[in-house]
């Protein structure tokens, strides 16, 4: 297919190649999610026996005014003004839990309070403690107002002494719990430390019982929202903060909606992603905001084997003006991604120190495919890493075989593939490299269309394992001299209108014996000592010029 009608393609939303259902939606005809309607009858809280006292354990009374809603036909579940401590809370069919601007729901570090459950963690099924909120096939369900739901996680998580000043090290030793070995992380609990050292210790295994796993409770933290198998689910206003491991896990929920939400999470707490959508169809994220310590809003579908027996992709997804602050990556996809993504559009949303802007990322073994990705108007700036990331690596080591007979595995179920993204109108000021596309030799990075990208940056563009790769209208303020853009083992490039705003010593290295044509279009390379250098068993004949 002609370059010209491709990125034509890209700009009005339409998947080049994709099949009829997932042609349907372009940037003029989103996905949508039905959103839950209620009753206007409303149980207050304090109605069955609440206290706002800070103190008065109050799960009875909560649990208590949403089976009363639910089971007399819905409505809304007040929480009004006050500090109200809780143990875990379930959400029931047709309740719209209404929190006060200014109540907080402080879930209780009573660790007794949370019971050992059979969950789902990082793709797999796992041994979990409770969530401080869960809802398990119910159906019209809401979580709104402007208050604040805080879940205590600081009790929960271990914390590495590097990521500490010296003095909260010291409360921490202070505090209790136990110190590792090396003296280089801190666990809150024995028990903690002991599942922490247990090989698979959050894996259900056969013939065990959760009674089985008592020794390790503490180690199997919680995330804080675990809606499982739920329609018609809404998030508004609020505010959720402090979760134990992931803040919000939407997992195989249908008609999914966040607006106007609000994660805080600290920086150091591990695992603590703003929101992850998993294995979930029909759902809509827009005007929040994340401040997270891992991934802001992340695109997953099951681990490995487990995702890929489910078999359910996150599909028909829309993401928008949202805002996220620190975080591993600011809008994610992967690496737990067995069972797919797909029909999935971002726009208008700002990153603000992230680790990485864009992230996708797989690794050998996952499977799946994530397909027909549309991005657009996307600003960042202080980007720790890349700003832009496909990574088929994800906490692998990687080492190169340039000059060495390649020996590439045979592509199997377990063989991940990305294909077909449109990533346009991104601006970046400040990151360590531009872009980083990385596939695996037995499966290349497929069709990544990126167009009008400006970004600054101390390192420019690499393009490893990948086929049928545009970039068009590109503008990199680099800070290193050596080269602009790297290819390696890498075929069908457009490199069209590319700019470097400052002196580079090399424009384009094509490297590897595996390497394809590479167009290079409408671009002046004078900023440029030299324009193209060729190692490895890579050929000049590879590169056309055409200004």
Request: with cysteine; aromatic share 8%.
């Amino acid at each position: 297919m002609n370059k010209k009608i491709i990125l034509l393609a890209a700009s009005i939303g339409i998947a080049v190649g994709a099949s009829a259902q997932t042609a349907k939606y372009s940037w003029t005809n989103l996905p949508t999610a039905k959103v839950p309607v209620f009753k206007k009858d409303t149980f207050n809280i304090v109605k069955y026996g609440a206290v706002a006292d800070g103190l008065t354990l109050n799960t009875k009374s909560i649990n208590a005014a949403i089976t009363a809603c639910s089971t007399k036909g819905g409505g809304v579940v007040l929480i009004p003004q006050g500090l109200w401590m809780t143990g875990p809370i379930v959400l029931k069919s047709n309740v719209n839990l209404h929190v006060d601007r200014a109540a907080m729901v402080q879930f209780t570090d009573d660790k007794s309070q949370y019971a050992l459950v059979e969950g789902n963690f990082e793709g797999h099924p796992a041994v979990r403690n409770e969530s401080p909120i869960s809802a398990t096939n119910a159906e019209n369900i809401a979580i709104t107002g402007d208050g604040i739901f805080d879940g205590h996680g600081e009790v929960w998580r271990a914390i590495g002494k590097e990521r500490v000043t010296d003095q909260d090290w010291k409360q921490l030793i202070a505090s209790g719990g136990v110190v590792s070995s090396d003296g280089k992380n801190w666990y809150p609990s024995p028990s903690y430390a002991k599942g922490n050292t247990t090989k698979d210790a959050t894996l259900i295994q056969p013939g065990k019982s959760l009674a089985d796993y008592a020794d390790m409770k503490d180690f199997f933290r919680p995330n804080m929202v675990v809606f499982t198998d739920c329609k018609k689910v809404l998030l508004q206003g609020a505010t959720f903060q402090n979760s134990p491991a992931w803040c919000l896990h939407m997992l195989l929920c249908e008609d999914l909606t966040l607006r106007d939400v609000h994660v805080r999470n600290p920086w150091n707490a591990q695992n603590g992603d703003g929101i992850d959508v998993e294995s979930c169809k029909n759902v809509l994220i827009e005007g929040s905001t994340f401040d997270a310590g891992d991934d802001g809003i992340c695109v997953k579908s099951g681990r490995d084997a487990d995702g890929r027996k489910r078999g359910k992709p996150t599909e028909n997804m829309v993401v928008r003006n949202n805002v996220v602050y620190r975080a591993h990556g600011g809008f994610v996809i992967g690496s737990e991604m067995s069972g797919g993504a797909r029909n999935i559009f971002v726009t208008d949303c700002t990153f603000i120190g992230t680790d990485i802007g864009l992230r996708f990322k797989t690794v050998r073994g996952r499977g799946g495919v994530v397909e027909n990705i549309f991005i657009k108007n996307i600003a960042m700036r202080d980007i720790i890493h890349e700003a832009i990331l496909f990574d088929m690596y994800y906490q692998t080591k990687v080492t190169s075989a340039l000059g060495q007979k390649a020996d590439i595995p045979a592509v199997n179920e377990g063989t991940p593939q990305f294909r077909n993204f449109y990533v346009s109108n991104i601006t970046c000021n400040g990151a360590e490299k531009a872009m980083l596309i990385r596939g695996l030799p037995e499966m290349s990075i497929k069709g990544i269309h990126l167009e009008n990208i400006t970004i600054k940056a101390d390192k420019g563009a690499e393009i490893i394992e990948g086929n049928d790769i545009s970039l068009k209208n590109i503008k990199l303020d680099i800070k290193d001299e050596r080269q602009l853009v790297y290819a390696e083992n890498s075929g069908a490039i457009t490199l069209d209108d590319i700019k470097s705003l400052k002196p580079t010593n090399l424009f384009l290295s094509v490297n590897g014996d595996r390497s394809g044509k590479i167009e290079l279009l409408h671009t002046n390379t004078a900023n440029a000592k030299n324009k193209a250098e060729f190692n490895y068993s890579a050929d000049k004949s590879l590169l056309t010029e055409v200004k």
